[in-house]
């Protein structure tokens, strides 16, 4: 089992509608998770950060955290094609004592 | 302004031949770290440094060597280049070196071993 796992995609969505990314971890002890957005041909960029079970939101992003189900997700509402991109689940392990990445989820919100 | 700048942006080369890529921070950060991405986009952390002193190592081919003069630079020099090799190298760095802390990366290094 990888540590973190994300569907690669694509994920298509129409502009306007929620776009819902899911992102699974190994590691039981694990105490932070990101979201890192990631433009083609840039580098990658934290838009959410999330520490307890619960929901957190910021603007259109809501990042969901079930460390029962070892589970984080991110839901971008009103989708916009500046959405476009792949996202970058990221999570701390306390095993290793480093932060693992998941290979990503590539957007894309067509007009 | 740049936070984290790294250069060269691209650099390509042929096998067997060593280059550098240079990473300077101006944060104030006390870590600094050097990630591959590869092709299918997975990004995995190769070394970190804090405050000059090597913190992660990771299982990467004593070809790589990184050196860290002092706390706001990092520099990756890779010897007789293979090639596996190519890749985009980031560099970045974060406040304080723990793994729940934001990252800030470099634009990135395209490295293409021809």
């Known amino acids: 089992q990888k540590e973190v796992e994300q569907n690669s995609g694509p994920l298509s969505v129409p502009e306007g509608a929620i776009a819902s990314l899911n992102c699974t971890y190994s590691?039981?002890?694990?105490?932070?998770f990101f979201w890192y957005r990631q433009y083609s041909g840039k580098s990658p960029e934290l838009i959410m950060s999330i520490y307890s079970n619960g929901d957190k939101e910021d603007g259109r992003f809501t990042a969901q955290l079930n460390k029962a189900s070892q589970y984080v997700s991110l839901l971008i509402r009103d989708s916009q094609p500046s959405d476009s991109a792949t996202y970058l689940c990221a999570v701390n392990s306390l095993q290793t004592d480093k932060l693992i990445f998941g290979t990503g989820t590539r957007l894309q919100v067509f007009p | 302004d740049t936070a984290v700048s790294q250069t060269p942006k691209y650099l390509v080369t042929q096998m067997g031949n060593d280059k550098s890529i240079k990473c300077e921070q101006n944060l104030g950060h006390d870590t600094m770290y050097w990630y591959k991405q590869d092709s299918k986009k997975f990004l995995k952390i190769m070394f970190s440094y804090n405050n000059k002193e090597l913190i992660i190592n990771e299982t990467v081919p004593n070809r790589f060597s990184p050196k860290s003069p002092d706390k706001a630079h990092l520099n990756l020099h890779i010897n007789s280049l293979e090639l596996g090799d190519s890749a985009v190298y980031f560099c970045a760095s974060s406040a304080g070196g723990t793994t729940n802390e934001k990252l800030f990366f470099g634009s990135g290094t395209q490295l293409s071993v021809l």
């Open positions: 590691d039981r002890g694990s105490q932070s």
